[in-house]
């Protein structure tokens, strides 16, 4: 078997057995908080676009596992 597949597959491994013990990643854009925030008006805010107001995100690989929310 050539080297550079048997180092895919490892890191495939390695990553899918990550995904299913942590299956969700942070919403980049609010941080978890759920919320997106006005830049021109001061204080109004609503449900992150980003996320859809979960506040993380399904990773691929947790996805390709079954995970759906
Ligand atoms: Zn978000």
Redesign the pocket.
């Known amino acids: 078997m050539h080297p550079l597949l048997i180092v895919t597959l490892v890191a495939t491994a390695v990553y899918l057995t990550s995904c299913a013990f942590h299956p969700y990643m942070k919403?980049k854009?609010?941080n978890r908080s759920?919320e997106s925030h006005s830049t021109t008006f001061k204080g109004a805010f609503g449900k992150?676009r980003?996320?859809n107001g979960v506040?993380h995100h399904v990773r691929w690989g947790a996805r390709v596992l079954g995970r759906k929310s």
């Open positions: 919403c854009q609010c759920k992150c980003t996320c506040g």
